[in-house]
T-cell receptor, first 110, second 113 residues
Framework: TQLLEQSPQFLSIQEGENLTVYCNSSSVFSSLQWYRQEPGEGPVLLVTVVTGGEVKKLKRLTFQFGDARKDSSLHITAAQPGDTGLYLCAGDAGANNLFFGTGTRLTVIP | DAGVIQSPRHEVTEMGQEVTLRCKPISGHNSLFWYRQTMMRGLELLIYFNNNVPIDDSGMPEDRFSAKMPNASFSTLKIQPSEPRDSAVYFC???????????FGSGTQLSVL
């Protein structure tokens, strides 16, 4: 079983602050996806990273895939209350079978 | 497109009863996935289908769980008999093909008393 550990598990910050969420594994993934899930809904894809060292930006969100394709980070600049949710990373180990991380629950306080 | 549609949204049942969860994937998507989400274990893949054929059911907990996809527009996940430890949110997701972006339904909140 490929284990994806995310940290921190919970994060509560003030509006306007920056934050980074980490996704780590001992396994190598052919690609890695980040999802955000809001209460009562299913996860929604934010981004897919494929190449080791790749950096992708989505407005105030910056995603990075580790050089060895075992880890990833999500950085949010100037967090807003609308960023509140459960952030999940998911790795594709090559069999088109996504393994989801443990999740980081983010709360942005106005 | 209305997205992935799951029913019911909430299900409360007693231990030992049969539970059937339903899913309608996005039209044109060839892959369908069933996930279970709990606080303790997070999101776990139960089974996935490609072109209506079950490809990987290694995540199905035990024989009490079964899933079918009789056609490209409908799938069911059945638990018989249900147990309290089955209480969780069950998600269905679909994608064009395995490895592409997955679109999730809103889930079924199952409570087994």
């Amino acid at each position: 079983t490929q284990l994806l550990e995310q940290s921190p598990q919970f994060l509560s910050i003030q509006e306007g602050e920056n934050l980074t969420v980490y996704c780590n594994s001992s396994s190598v993934f052919s690609s890695l996806q980040w999802y955000r899930q809001e209460p009562g809904e299913g996860p929604v894809l934010l981004v897919t990273v494929v190449t080791g060292g790749e950096v992708k930006k989505l407005k105030r969100l910056t995603f990075q895939f580790g050089d060895a394709r075992k880890d990833s980070s999500l950085h949010i600049t100037a967090a807003q209350p609308g960023d509140t949710g459960l952030y999940l990373c998911a790795g594709d180990a090559g069999a088109n079978n996504l393994f989801f991380g443990t999740g980081t629950r983010l709360t942005v306080i106005p | 497109d209305a997205g992935v549609i799951q029913s019911p949204r909430h299900e409360v049942t007693e231990m030992g009863q049969e539970v059937t969860l339903r899913c309608k994937p996005i039209s044109g998507h060839n892959s369908l996935f069933w996930y279970r989400q709990t606080m303790m274990r997070g999101l776990e893949l139960l089974i996935y289908f490609n072109n209506n054929v079950p490809i990987d059911d290694s995540g199905m907990p035990e024989d009490r769980f079964s899933a079918k996809m009789p056609n490209a527009s409908f799938s069911t996940l059945k638990i018989q008999p249900s147990e309290p430890r089955d209480s969780a949110v069950y998600f269905c997701a679909s994608s064009l093909t395995p490895g592409f972006e997955m679109f999730f339904g809103s889930g079924t909140q199952l409570s087994v008393l």
